[in-house]
């Protein structure tokens, strides 16, 4: 399982990369991917959407089932990665370079797990 130390993670399988703007991004970690399998459809909140923490804000498709993806931290979307629209299997190809939105006006953050918690908690999942 591929992490990079420089994300934190939230237990409903998402990565969190703060930026220098005090925005943050938010994706489907690696683990996430490969359960879900090939992704076919992307969904997507709007440019000024609230979302909530803990919350779903997009749903992702794959061959097997849509699933929900969940909010780590409350606050205003500014940006959504279009590509994705098109191309969803990109997050399948490098699931840390495929964000799925940009977070602006964070006034929560649910606690996030560094990248060893995240693994212990996905070595836990698997049993």
Same mark, same amino acid.
């Given at each position: 399982?591929?992490?990079?130390?420089?994300?934190?993670?939230?237990?409903?399988?998402?990565?969190?990369?703060?930026?220098?703007?005090?925005?943050?991004?938010?994706?489907?970690?690696?683990?996430?991917?490969?359960?879900?399998?090939?992704?076919?459809?992307?969904?997507?909140?709007?440019?000024?959407?609230?979302?909530? $923490?803990?919350?779903?804000?997009?749903?992702? *498709?794959?061959?097997?089932?849509?699933?929900?993806?969940?909010?780590?931290?409350?606050?205003?979307?500014?940006?959504?990665?279009?590509?994705?629209?098109?191309?969803?299997?990109?997050?399948?190809?490098?699931?840390?370079?495929?964000?799925?939105?940009?977070? *602006? *006006?964070?006034?929560?953050?649910?606690?996030?797990?560094?990248?060893?918690?995240?693994?212990?908690? $996905?070595?836990? *999942?698997?049993?």
């Amino acid at each position: 399982m591929k992490l990079l130390d420089t994300l934190k993670y939230s237990k409903s399988h998402e990565w969190v990369e703060a930026m220098e703007d005090g925005t943050v991004r938010i994706g489907l970690t690696d683990f996430a991917q490969s359960e879900l399998g090939d992704l076919v459809f992307v969904n997507l909140p709007e440019v000024g959407d609230e979302v909530a $923490c803990g919350d779903s804000f997009a749903d992702v *498709e794959s061959v097997k089932a849509v699933s929900d993806v969940y909010s780590p931290v409350s606050g205003v979307i500014k940006e959504i990665n279009e590509e994705l629209l098109d191309s969803p299997e990109m997050i399948n190809e490098d699931p840390y370079g495929a964000w799925l939105v940009v977070v *602006e *006006e964070i006034t929560e953050q649910e606690d996030l797990l560094d990248a060893a918690a995240y693994e212990a908690h $996905c070595e836990e *999942e698997k049993h």
